[in-house]
Every structure is written in C-alpha cells, then in structure tokens.
C-alpha cells in the first residue's frame, strides 16, 4: 500500500539536475558561482554560508526574472495526476529553489524547497534555507501518521540517498551515482516519467 510519495524535484520532474545551477545560466552568473560552489567543495564555508553567498548574485535582479517558466519533465504532470487520482498524497522535497514549485503548485499536498526572499518592490533580497538535507521528512511524515512502509520516494542524488534506504519503496530514476542505484529497490533511466506511473501501478496491483 501506498499512501504518500515523496518526489525529489530537481533532476526528477525537471530536465535540470540543479535549480541554483539553472538560474546561474539564465541570469549569467555562472562564473562566478562556479568560485561559491569550489569554497563549498573544499569546506570553506558550509551549506547555509554558500547558499546565502550564491544568492547575493542575485541581489537586486527583478523578481520577473527569477521566477521564470520551467519546462517539466514529460509526463511529471501525468504522473502527478495518477498519483492524486489514487488517493496517494504527494510531497515534492527539493533543495534546489521555490520557483520550480510554480507549475507542480496545484498538484501536490506539499512543496518544500530553499525560498527566495524578496524586497517590498519585488527584487531579490536574500534566500532562506529550508533544506539543507533531507532528514526533516522523517518528521514530515510521522506528523501525517504514515509510515515509511506506507511510502514511495523517488529520487537521483545522494541527497535523497535518506529517503531512498527508509522507504518501502525506493525508485532511484536516473541516478547520478552507483551508491544511490544501489540503495533503491527500483532504478528507471529513462527520458519521461511514464515508467514511473507503469511502476507505480504495479506496485498498486492495477
């Protein structure tokens, strides 16, 4: 039985495998985050430190510009649907930004993500950081009264490698390394999400 799903959203039901990453090339700061994310790397600062450094990048740029339209993954909005059609409630988890949120809004129960904040005349001021990893889901769920024999969790980096080894059952989809693969009970490459919804409704016996 399945009665919540956790999706990871970037490099899930995004073609981009980072949110921070995608703005960076959008709005040309590229070169300079590339400085913030080798700082990280190296231990100079830690994750709260580099996310509020690599948003000063930002600091000022309208918000137009940085909400911008996504394209989701063909088949996310499919597969979110079937999801909410079968009674099984959905939390979308990402440590990427808030603004990949905007199309999947009216889809899930709950999305939670790093949040741009922004100044009274709409540009961006700073960022508050939410997901640092993933470990609040435990909590997440326990509040919901669910189990984690009751959840599906889909993700591809190590940082959904936590959801990943408690979840009943894991779906690593496309993966980015081996130890990721290894721990999920399921691994799909694949360009479209459709072979999640086959797997999902498998495991739901339809």
Do not use: C
């Amino acid at each position: 039985m399945i009665r919540v799903a956790i999706l990871d959203v970037d490099g899930v039901l995004t073609y981009f495998r980072s949110a921070w990453q995608h703005l960076h090339k959008v709005l040309g700061t590229d070169n300079w985050a590339l400085i913030n994310r080798a700082a990280y790397s190296s231990g100079l600062i830690n994750y709260r430190d580099w996310a509020l450094t690599d948003a000063l990048l930002w600091i000022g740029v309208p918000r137009t510009w940085i909400e911008i339209p996504i394209t989701l993954r063909k088949g996310a909005v499919e597969l979110l649907r079937f999801l909410r059609d079968n009674g099984i409630r959905i939390i979308a988890v990402s440590g990427g930004l808030n603004y990949t949120g905007i199309p999947i809004k009216n889809y899930v129960d709950y999305f939670i993500s790093n949040e741009l904040i922004f100044n009274e005349d709409n540009t961006l001021l700073s960022v508050r950081v939410n997901v640092e990893n993933k470990d609040f889901i435990n909590e997440l769920i326990t509040g919901m009264g669910i189990s984690w024999d009751d959840t599906m969790a889909i993700g591809d980096s190590d940082m959904d490698i936590p959801m990943l080894r408690r979840a009943r059952y894991s779906i690593a989809y496309n993966p980015v390394s081996e130890e990721v693969a290894n721990i999920a009970r399921i691994v799909i490459n694949s360009d479209t999400l459709y072979p999640l919804i086959d797997v999902t409704k498998a495991i739901l016996g339809m």
